[in-house]
């Protein structure tokens, strides 16, 4: 492509990333691709496998860092941002995909499982955000990506904490896409379908995912590449102007 203002394939060389929830699934994959397109990755987990994903980016002669959280804990999240500010001196880009599930009978929900929910799919997307988001403004830019879910768009059965939760986290992406737009920082998110990771697996795997398979109109369920792929668009400069989008992909799902 010739006169763009932005590299057509999408490289990320140079930038350094932050990608929560990357020992595993989608955070894993968004990492992978993250650093194939160039990026100096920082995979962040409260699971010490993200040691694991990063010695396989580094045997691949990425360049990868990983430091292990729990991100529910302000001190722990707070320290993490300080080290990679530290160790590297800018984030450019931020992924939240550290996130959990709790499937339960609306009126069966515990209290404690809705805090465990909101503690780290919501409060901590919060808390990150502000954290790094106040790094970027000083630096004079960065993305930020976060990934929601297509239940924050309609509502599944037993996912009561996991709805609000993913229906809030849009929120908190149009409402700093709006607040840090005059500070090149770009904030959107991602909101798939089923992905037969881990946490999909709890949710979707036997008879009640293939019920759900057929109201998918492209009939499958998504992979964790084709979010990465997504992530690794919206985290390019060719992303430049798009900011508070909540990009869906779900087979058509959500159309219906
Ligand atoms: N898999 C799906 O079907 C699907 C669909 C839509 C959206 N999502 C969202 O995508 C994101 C990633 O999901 P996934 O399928 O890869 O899940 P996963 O369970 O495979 O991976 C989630 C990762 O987050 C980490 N994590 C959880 N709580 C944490 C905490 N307190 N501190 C630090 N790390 C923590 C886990 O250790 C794990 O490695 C989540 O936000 C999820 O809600 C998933």
New binding site residues.
């Given amino acids: 492509m010739e006169n763009a203002s932005f590299d057509p394939n999408f490289s990320l060389s140079g930038r350094i990333a932050l990608v ?10 968004i990492a992978d691709l993250f650093a194939a397109k160039g990026a100096c990755v920082v995979l ?4 010490p ?2 040691q694991e994903r990063q010695a396989s980016l580094r045997d691949a002669g990425h360049q990868a860092f990983s430091v292990t ?5 302000g001190e ?1 999240l707070d320290a993490m941002v300080n080290e990679v500010h530290r160790e590297h001196g800018r984030i450019d880009l931020l992924v ?6 709790h499937l339960e009978e609306a009126e069966n929900l515990s209290e404690s499982a809705w805090d465990q929910t909101m ?3 919501l409060k ?1 997307v919060f808390r990150l955000s502000q954290a790094v988001g106040r790094i970027m403004i000083a630096q004079g830019g960065g993305k930020i990506i976060n ?5 924050g768009l309609v509502a599944l059965d037993r996912h009561l904490a ?1 709805c609000a ?2 229906a809030a986290v849009i929120a908190v992406t149009r409402s700093l896409a709006l607040e840090w737009g005059k500070y090149n920082l770009q904030v959107n998110s ?11 697996q ?3 795997a036997g008879e009640v995912g293939e019920r759900m398979k057929e109201k998918i109109p492209a009939g499958r ?2 992979r ?1 590449e084709e ?1 990465a792929a997504a992530a690794v668009y919206l985290a390019s400069d060719a992303a430049n102007l798009i900011t508070g989008e909540n990009l869906v992909i779900d087979g058509g799902y959500t159309v219906q």
């Fill in positions: 929560t929830g990357a020992a595993r699934g989608i955070g894993a994959a962040s987990d409260r699971s496998a993200v959280a729990d991100l529910t804990v722990e939240n995909s550290a996130g959990v599930v503690e780290i799919n901590a990934l929601a879910s297509q239940a996991y939760s993913k991602i909101s798939p379908t089923v992905i037969l990771t881990e946490l999909g709890k949710a979707w369920f998504g964790p979010v």
